[in-house]
């Protein structure tokens, strides 16, 4: 089955710092793999999708994604954090049908002034 | 373009009774699936709708039902109510094809008593 694990339930940065979101996955085949961001009392809202095609991808906000197979491994990063950047971020993989995610359980991202 | 809404946005019943949530997808997405989210669980996926047909189905007991109507709106439903259901419910629509996008609503947050 295919799963996923996020590294950190709470991140605290400053802002203007590095953001690192760690994620690895599980999975018997290529996986098609996503980062998504919530909000306070929001839905969910994707950030990026990883579907083979390239390696390195880049999602909105200034956030982008590597996808290492040797790693198994697909962790979210931002060069310089912003104070609306504060959110839960979810790490999701496609499961086995292709029509669900399996989440992470999600990493509160905290920015500091 | 109108997102994906859902009703109502929030609301409280007592254990025992059954409720209704509904969800209305982005118009010309076919596929509607639900996701429950509590804080120790975290995003757990229920069951997926294409065109009618329940194409996925997490592993939730047989008190958890949806359907879904000829112009793709869905609603769940959850019979005898445990405090346990306590939790956010999260529709969110595709056009249906494999390892799409998922676009979500905001979420229709329920309070057991």
């Known amino acids: 089955a295919q799963s996923v694990t996020q590294l950190g339930s709470h991140v605290s940065v400053s802002e203007g710092a590095l953001v690192l979101l760690r994620c690895n996955y599980s999975?018997?085949?290529?996986?098609?793999l996503f980062w998504y961001v919530q909000y306070p009392n929001q839905g969910l809202q994707l950030l990026l999708k990883?579907?083979?095609?390239?390696?390195l991808v880049k999602g909105i906000n200034g956030f982008e994604a590597e996808f290492k197979k040797s790693e198994t491994s697909f962790h979210l990063t931002k060069p310089s954090a912003h104070m609306s950047d504060a959110a839960e971020y979810f790490c999701?993989?496609?499961?086995?049908?292709?029509?669900?995610?399996?989440f992470g359980k999600g990493t509160s991202l905290l920015v500091t002034p | 373009k109108a997102g994906v809404t859902q009703t109502p946005r929030y609301l409280i019943k007592t254990r025992g009774q059954q409720v209704t949530l509904s969800c209305s997808p982005i118009?010309?997405?076919?596929?509607v699936s639900w996701y429950q989210q509590t804080p120790g669980q975290g995003l757990q996926f229920l069951f997926e709708?294409?065109?009618?047909?329940?194409?996925n189905k997490g592993n939730f007991p047989g008190r958890f039902s949806g359907r879904q109507f000829s112009n793709s709106r869905s609603e769940m439903n959850v019979s005898t109510l445990e405090l346990g259901d306590s939790a956010l419910y999260l529709c969110?629509?595709?056009?249906?094809?494999?390892?799409?996008?998922?676009?979500f609503g905001e979420g229709s947050r329920l309070t057991v008593l």
């Open positions: 118009s010309g997405h076919r596929s």
């Open positions: 969110a629509s595709s056009p249906g094809l494999v390892a799409g996008e998922l676009f």
């Open positions: 990883y579907t083979s095609a390239a390696t």
């Open positions: 709708y294409f065109s009618e047909t329940q194409r």
């Open positions: 999701a993989v496609s499961d086995d049908s292709g029509y669900a995610l399996n």
């Open positions: 999975s018997s085949v290529p996986p098609y």
